[in-house]
């Protein structure tokens, strides 16, 4: 999926998998060797007895289930020290988040090097996902000047619902691109997140405004640095607005609430999109309807939409209100399989 999105140009000013020398300025900068803005790594692991074989190489090959996919040009091979970089990467010292430990267990050694991208794999998500130039041409067509993209990895509640709203007031249209890929345990599976966005456009949303299709990468639960690699992705799909929350792309209490928020509008002329802010929403039992603290001052009436207790609903098959969530959305997942039970 990694190759693919760099294949395809998801992953621009990448042209390949990064080298020592680009993932440690990543590491230390946010940025490539070049200079180019870019905060997380994407690399390439090889099994230890691979190691010899490909530092005598000019070129490899790259297969998967026996396709060939792209050509590499090795430029160099290099073994990092994880928790070496686990503070600058993700903020913390805790082997045990989420992101560092899907790094660690990638590998032991990796490869960088330009590639030159041969075809791309259908998967179980292919008919959901739409390239860089498909979105832009659907931009196009629609007439649409100004598109907010919208990340997200859970199935929708009311408070996604109002953010949606609240961007199309200012912008002429949406891309909505949930991340379906390498998750964590008590994540939404793809097919529960895509069921519940094909039934919200179908029948809640402005067809002629919004834009459905996924984003096939893993979540690295990097905060603000995953913030702002979800900016640029978006901005190559064409979108010139992207949308950020409370704690986006965060895990469990890593984060400042707008943490990630700060560092994409200190970005944002460097990013070329403009950073639409969101307040956390949630329902005031007051003023009978989601909101933020925007517009609601009633401190003591709030009630928090909390994906948390949503998801724990949904696990035990607990009504849930149609205040924090749609009772067709619920409807219409609650008979399947919906979460990840083991770590993907």
């Known amino acids: 999926m990694e190759l693919e999105k760099i294949g395809i140009g998801a992953f621009k000013p990448l042209t390949g998998f990064m080298t020592k020398k680009d993932f440690y300025s990543v590491v230390n900068k946010m940025r490539l060797s070049n200079g180019k803005l870019f905060p997380l790594p994407v690399i390439l692991p090889i099994l230890n007895s691979e190691v010899e074989k490909i530092n005598q190489a000019t070129k490899i090959h790259l297969f998967f289930k026996n396709i060939e996919v792209a050509m590499m040009t090795p430029k160099s091979i290099f073994k990092p020290d994880f928790k070496k970089i686990i503070k600058l990467l993700f903020g913390t010292e805790d082997i045990n988040h989420p992101g560092y430990k899907m790094l660690v267990s990638s590998g032991e050694y990796f490869v960088g090097g330009p590639i030159k991208f041969i075809k791309k794999v259908k998967n179980n998500y292919s008919s959901f996902e739409l390239s860089p130039q498909k979105v832009k041409k659907n931009i196009k067509m629609l007439g649409l000047k100004y598109v907010a993209g919208f990340q997200t990895r859970n199935v929708p509640h009311k408070a996604h619902e109002h953010i949606l709203h609240l961007a199309l007031e200012k912008v002429d249209g949406l891309f909505i691109q949930p991340l379906i890929g390498k998750k964590k345990k008590g994540d939404f599976l793809p097919e529960a997140v895509m069921t519940s966005y094909n039934l919200l456009l179908d029948k809640f949303l402005p067809k002629d405004r919004v834009i459905l299709g996924v984003l096939t990468t893993s979540m690295r639960y990097a905060g603000p640095r995953e913030a702002v690699f979800h900016a640029i ?65 009633s401190v003591k009436d709030r009630i928090p939409v909390s994906g948390t207790k949503i998801r724990e609903a949904l696990k035990n098959k607990e009504p849930i209100s149609e205040k924090f969530m749609r009772p067709e959305i619920v409807q219409s997942i609650i008979d399947k399989e919906i979460f990840i039970n083991e770590e993907d």
């Open 233 to 297: 992705i978006r901005r190559n799909y064409g979108c010139t607005h992207f949308l950020v929350g409370r704690d986006q792309a965060g895990v469990g209490n890593y984060y400042g609430e707008y943490e990630a928020q700060n560092l994409c509008v200190k970005l944002e002329k460097e990013l070329k999109i403009k950073i639409i802010k969101i307040r956390g929403p949630f329902y005031c039992a007051k003023c009978d309807k989601i909101s933020t603290d925007n517009v609601c001052q």
